[in-house]
């Protein structure tokens, strides 16, 4: 009879858990780990082992129940301590989850991965940063692949070096303020021309000249290095420069990317036969209705009087409104009801984006 006296727990052993798995040896190892706590574990945020493992014991099937055979322990780690065993396999083996959540993973890393391409890179006509979605349709084209085992940064590193291989995009450039000597600016010009830099701005102050530039990414360590030999110094002032100003939906027209399929014009009789269909959706109120004195609602989202209660019920439906809703959520200003319409357009005219290819 064992003399351990087993303590009864409300937990049923071996359910609702995430299973890490290593081979060695040829035979197969299974610890059993909370969910969610083995990735934790790994990034060094939890501490505590036994809030990562349910069980210091090693199995060879975890969903079967089936212990490990201690002489497989000691031919494959050296030891028979279950706790450095579980440590070992913990730290090198493969992590198994659920199609579900695998696929939950993979999605959300490639968004971030979509996410960082987007704020570092740029179009090189435009000097301007391409949309999330577009960057997205750009990494589905080259058949890019996300590694769960890399960082998003990492990977998002080697997608834009792929992507400039086949696409109009480049890194978007650092801004860099380096303060030299003056007897060692003219070297600093040479050397910034020969790396295609971009100097917007030149101080000179006492015997020390500074200068605000632009460069790429790709040349900051050599830049450094260049500064220090340089006796100067490297100031970072902004890690990505997109251009500034405020654009329209005209400047992104087939002209802004190569090969992309010209978009039909639209004609005003398109918008006429457009505005019969939302002949309710006016954008002044009914003049009956303003000379019997009835109280106008203001729509903030479209900027506009709508009516009644009724009208302005009517108009929380409408097209037009769920457009400018749209619109809002990208911090962009709203539209008329006209402009609403020839907008509406052109969005189902470019609604075969994701078939083209630039």
């Known amino acids: 009879m064992s003399k351990t006296l087993v303590q009864p727990v409300g937990q049923k052993r071996l359910t609702n ?11 197969r190892f299974e610890i059993a780990c909370y969910k969610n706590k083995a990735g934790s574990w790994r990034d060094g945020v939890e501490k505590d082992l036994d809030e990562v493992l349910q069980s210091h014991t090693v199995y060879s099937n975890v969903s079967k129940g089936v ?42 890393q490639f968004r971030d991965i979509a996410t960082i391409v987007m704020q570092k890179t740029v179009n090189p006509e435009t ?37 400039q291989k086949h696409f109009p995009i480049k890194r978007s450039p650092m801004r860099l303020r380096i303060t030299v000597p003056e007897q060692n600016f003219s070297s600093l010009t040479e050397k910034l021309n020969s790396w295609g830099a971009n100097i917007t701005s030149k101080e000179e102050s006492a015997n020390q ?18 500064t220090r030999n340089l006796q100067g110094r490297l100031e970072i ?21 190569p090969n992309m399929p010209s978009m039909p014009k639209v004609s005003n ?16 109120a009914d003049p009956q209705t303003i000379e019997k004195g009835v109280k106008q609602s203001k729509c903030n989202t479209c900027e506009a009087l709508v009516g009644d209660a009724k009208q302005y019920r009517e108009h929380f439906k409408s097209e037009w409104h769920k457009h400018n809703l749209r619109r809002k959520t990208r911090n962009l200003p709203p539209l008329s009801a006209v402009e609403c319409l020839a907008d509406m357009e052109l969005d189902d005219a470019k609604a075969d984006l994701a078939e083209y290819s630039f």
């Open 127 to 163: 000097q301007r940063p391409y949309t999330i979605s577009m960057i997205e349709r750009l990494m589905h084209e080259i058949h890019f692949a996300v590694d769960l085992s890399s960082s998003s940064k990492k990977q998002a590193l080697e997608v834009i070096r792929e992507l």
């Open 269 to 284: 009789d398109s918008i006429l036969e457009l505005n019969e269909k939302f002949q309710k959706q006016s954008i002044s």
């Open 209 to 226: 000249v500074s200068v605000i530039c632009e460069v790429d990414p790709g040349l900051f360590r050599e830049c450094d290095a260049f």
């Open 237 to 257: 002032l902004a890690v990505s420069v997109h251009a500034e100003g405020e654009t329209n939906v005209d400047q992104y027209d087939e002209e802004t990317l």
């Open 67 to 108: 212990l490990a055979k201690t002489k497989d322990l000691v031919t494959a780690f050296g030891t028979d301590d279950q706790t450095k065993i579980c440590l070992e396999i913990l730290e090198k083996g493969e992590l198994q989850v659920a199609s579900k959540e695998r696929e939950s993973h993979l999605s959300s």
């Open 17 to 27: 858990i995430s299973v890490v798995r290593l081979k060695k040896h040829g035979v």
